[in-house]
């Protein structure tokens, strides 16, 4: 309560949830309490990390969810949710700076209406700012890589600190703000000059084929593997006989086999029970360890169901 009471002195009500079902907040749509559940503004990231630390409370950062799996027993500490509080953007010429809780969906479609190019390829990514910098978030050739100008971010002990597009450091799905554990405040962007047209044409490609490859009418994580090296893991999966797959509620994608979906009422445990049945199938088949794309946090129960 100690804990509790402090953290409601940090942050203005509405901003601290108890108790708080993290099915509200992956696009799993599954996941059990987290204890504490706060939604920041920019400048009370440093001090809310910095009252974890203090008092010993565990802590994860979230974004829009897209990438996460929550155990269904929940989270026993502190979610720090990078969001709707952190979202403001501009643009000014060709450079877009944004707080890393605004949405790429919607930072591509601000590019668009200005003609700016370059943010194409993540108009269709379900994420925010800060978790696409952190994973160095990429598709159909893009990646986020291509269009940092400047991070400003702060470290786990509440230090502030200045990423350029040289330290940056993007490589696939990583660079140095997720080696060093950081978390995002915001950042900018250099885009290049595009006409209206030409950019919505390509967003609209681009939509056209995730529609007509992504599993996109349920609830996943996106793509749930990294891809191997030299090999996809959607290949792997499927030539190993796990198309159409399903433990519980969750399956793999008979649309997409680098997909696990939650086809209707799947627990988290289904999901991440299926992950490792996909992980170990592939492994004795094809020889080669896939690694999860998804983050899992919480606790899971070993074995088969």
């Keep these: ?58 802590f994860q950062v979230v974004g829009n969810g897209s990438n996460l799996l929550v155990s269904d027993k929940g989270y026993r500490g502190l979610i720090l949710a990078i969001g709707a509080n952190m979202g403001q953007m501009e643009l000014e010429g060709s450079v877009l700076t944004a707080q890393a809780g605004a949405m790429l969906s919607s930072a591509a479609a601000l590019a668009r209406r200005e ?15 800060g978790g696409a910098l952190y994973m160095n978030a990429g598709a159909y050739g893009g990646e986020m890589k291509d269009l940092v100008k400047e991070v400003h971010a702060v470290t786990r002990d509440g230090r502030t600190v200045v990423y350029t597009a040289e330290t940056y450091a993007g490589g696939y799905r990583t660079s140095a703000v997720r080696r060093d ?94 992950m490792q049945h996909v992980i170990r199938t592939v492994k004795e088949k094809q020889g080669v360890v896939l690694e999860p794309e998804v983050c899992c946090i919480g606790s899971f129960e070993d074995g088969e169901k």
């Design 1 to 58: 309560m100690e804990f509790a009471d402090k953290l409601e002195k940090l942050l203005p009500e509405g901003q601290v949830l108890f108790h708080e079902p993290m099915g509200r907040h992956t696009t799993f749509q599954v996941g059990g309490e987290a204890d504490y559940f706060v939604q920041p503004m920019e400048r009370q990231v440093a001090p809310v990390i910095r009252l974890c630390r203090e008092e010993g409370v565990p």
């Design 181 to 274: 554990g950081a978390i995002v405040l915001s950042a900018s962007f250099a885009l290049k000059e595009g006409t209206v047209e030409e950019i919505t044409a390509r967003m609209q490609e681009l939509r056209r084929r995730r529609q007509e490859k992504q599993p996109l009418e349920y609830p996943s994580a996106g793509s749930t593997f990294k891809r191997p090296k030299g090999d996809y893991a959607g290949r792997l999966i499927e030539v190993s006989g796990l198309r159409g797959f399903q433990i519980g509620g969750a399956q793999v994608s008979e649309k997409h086999c680098g997909f696990v979906i939650n086809k209707g009422g799947a627990t988290a445990q289904d999901i991440w029970m299926l």
């Design 115 to 129: 003609g700016k190019s370059g943010l194409e390829f993540a108009s269709g990514i379900p994420g925010t700012i």
